[in-house]
Structure formats: C-alpha cells, structure tokens
Nanobody
Framework: QVQLVESGGGSVQAGGSLRLSCVVS????????MAWFRQAPGKEREGVAA????????YYLDSVKDRFTISLDKVKNEMNLLMNSLKAEDPAVYYC????????????????WGQGTQVTVSS
C-alpha cells in the first residue's frame, strides 16, 4: 500500500520560512514526476513545484520562483519543499503527489496523494 505523509506545515509570519516534507512508503521514488500542489479556500488546486525524479529537473509556479525549492532525498524516499519569504498569497493546504509518468503539472496524472498539510501566513 502506497502512503504519502506530509509534515512541516504550520503558521508563520510573512517573510518567514517553512520546510515541508513528504515521506513515501510502499513506492520507490525512481522515475516520473513528483510535485507539490496547494489549494486555498474557494480556489482550484494548483501546482506549486514539481521535479523529474530521474533527472531532478525542477519546475516552479511563477509566483514562487526564487522563493521555493523542491528537492528529493532518494535514500530517505522523501520529497521536500523549502518555502522562503512566505507571502499573504501562499496560505493553503499543501499536498504532495507522486507517480506522474509523463506530465509535471496535470493533477489528474498523479497516482498517489498525501492528505495535505496546512500552511498559514500572518501579516
């Protein structure tokens, strides 16, 4: 059984940082894409950052470029998202997703999802 468990969410002041982790069990990170998506109340889920697990090429939503960094630790079988300079538009439930064979941004292409972790930013 594949499980993705996120952690690291919480409340931070604007300009602060958080580091999200997604520990994967029952599935070896070895190919395809993994990603972080987020969903704020009343908004559609959007891709924030994605990574090709083979080449480790990364992809970012324009609004988070230069602030967020996605990375893999294949030894620990986990994916991380370092979020710096958090802004008022960043609060949402953040989800990790795994095993998209061909497309980093299409949420329908991902076979496995975590339960989400809440990120709150206060001004």
């Amino acid at each position: 059984q594949v499980q993705l468990v996120e952690s690291g969410g919480g409340s931070v002041q604007a300009g602060g940082s958080l580091r999200l982790s997604c520990v994967v069990s029952g599935y070896r990170i070895s190919s395809g894409f993994m990603a972080w998506f987020r969903q704020a109340p009343g908004k559609e889920r959007e891709g924030v950052a994605a990574i090709n697990t083979l080449t480790q090429h990364t992809y970012y939503l324009d609004s988070v470029k230069d602030r967020f960094t996605i990375s893999l630790d294949k030894v620990k079988n986990e994916m991380n998202l370092l979020m710096n300079s958090l802004k008022a538009e960043d609060p949402a439930v953040y989800y990790c997703a795994a095993d998209s064979p061909y497309e980093p941004w299409d949420s329908q292409a991902y076979n496995y999802w975590g339960q989400g972790t809440q990120v709150t930013v206060s001004s």
